[in-house]
């Protein structure tokens, strides 16, 4: 059987998210705002879902129509609900709308009465509600006065890769964007350094790419899992298939930080991936930090919005340019940091620069070559 499906990614990305699935396969991807359109059958809902770098959600389109208000809840009423769940579940509604004057809690409200009285009329019992973990997410995606409804394969987003330990970093870096942020970069096989770490996402986003380890291979929570029809032997042989596809290369990686949790955040997440012999990672001050030479350098330092430095930041980078210049000869730098003017302060001729959106703050990717 095959599906209508869409995989949502940060906008401006479509293109590494379109070819990744070009890579898994997936034949005739076509890039939209916001994400890719393609159609898939159940080991590719499995596969994406285990292995994406860049999607945020994968979802299977169930039905589209005209959106009127009024008539909203008759047609969500006529949707044979029960091919996707049963009452014995639970569900949760999520819209999104680019209408502003729109009310989304409102309209998911119908949603949910509409899902709710259909079963109630048909099998006398309704379906819960369960907002924090359903067992089928809906999405309803309205624009131009046009609704489609999905529902959600992923359930926790797919930057949650779940390599993590239970400790949680005080300003983490969203997986996806970290993924993205890597692809952006040029690594020809160098070690890669990050001298202020922190719990790790961009070394171990790079490891992961560099040695084809698949995003959410450490990952057995998904909502797919949840369907009618879910096949645990096909879903265990894509996992066998991927994990057969990991590469044995002598890449090294090397992580510092000040901080001692941090520190330890990463030795978990390296320990659960199997890439302890790619990763080195220790305790040192950023300022002590002396690479080898024509090695990349990737980091992403605090900058006063969740983390304080402290002290001026036009004063900060200005440290940061000089133990650059001191220290990292014949080097590849990427500096991932908010847009700010402080950044002339490194004193070092950027030669690219890509923008990003990280929440709400605008931010840049900057290559220096010292």
């Not at 369960?130 to 809906?138: A, G, H, T």
């Not at 131009?144 to 394969?153: A, Q, R």
């Not at 990463?266 to 002590?288: A, D, M, P, Q, W």
Request: aromatic share 12%; hydrophobic share 35%.
């Amino acid at each position: 059987m095959k599906y209508t499906l869409f995989l949502s990614c940060i906008r401006g990305f479509e293109e590494y998210c379109k070819q990744e699935l070009k890579d898994l396969g997936i034949e005739e991807p076509i890039s939209v705002d916001g994400g890719i359109q393609f159609n898939g059958d159940l080991s590719d809902i499995y596969k994406i879902n285990c292995s994406s770098r860049y999607g945020m959600y994968l979802y299977s389109e169930i039905a589209e129509f005209s959106f009127d208000e009024k008539k909203l809840y008759n047609d969500i009423y006529n949707i044979s609900w029960d091919k996707y769940l049963n009452n014995i579940h639970s569900f949760a509604i999520k819209v999104n709308s680019t209408d502003r004057r729109l009310n989304s809690q409102y309209t998911a409200l119908v949603i949910k009465d509409g899902i709710a009285d259909y079963f109630t009329k048909n099998y006398g019992r309704r379906p819960n509600v369960d907002k924090r973990n359903p067992d089928i997410p809906i999405y309803a995606y309205i624009h131009n006065n046009h609704i489609k409804l999905y529902i959600d394969t992923s359930g926790a987003p797919l930057y949650k890769r779940g390599y993590r330990t239970n400790d949680i970093h005080e300003a983490p870096l969203n997986e996806v964007l970290a993924a993205n942020i890597i692809s952006s970069m040029t690594l020809d096989n160098q070690m890669l350094y990050d001298p202020m770490c922190g719990s790790g996402t961009l070394l171990i986003e790079a490891a992961m790419k560099s040695l084809n380890v698949p995003a959410q291979i450490c990952r057995d929570n998904f909502a797919f899992m949840n369907w009618f029809n879910y096949d645990p032997e096909l879903y265990d042989k894509t996992k066998r298939e991927l994990r057969d596809s990991i590469l044995n290369k002598d890449i090294l990686f090397c992580g510092s930080d000040t901080d001692e949790a941090s520190l330890k955040m990463i030795s978990g997440s390296v320990s659960n991936l199997n890439l302890e012999k790619n990763f080195t990672v220790r305790r040192r001050n950023f300022y002590e930090f002396i690479p080898k030479s024509n090695s990349a350098i990737v980091f992403n330092p605090p900058y006063d919005i969740r983390i304080a430095v402290n002290k001026d930041l036009d004063q900060f980078y200005e440290k940061i340019g000089n133990k650059l210049k001191e220290n990292c000869s014949d080097s590849t730098v990427f500096i991932f940091t908010i847009d700010t003017s402080s950044l002339e302060y490194i004193d070092i001729p950027c030669i690219k620069s890509i923008k990003f959106k990280n929440g709400n703050l605008n931010c840049l990717l900057n290559k220096y070559k010292i």
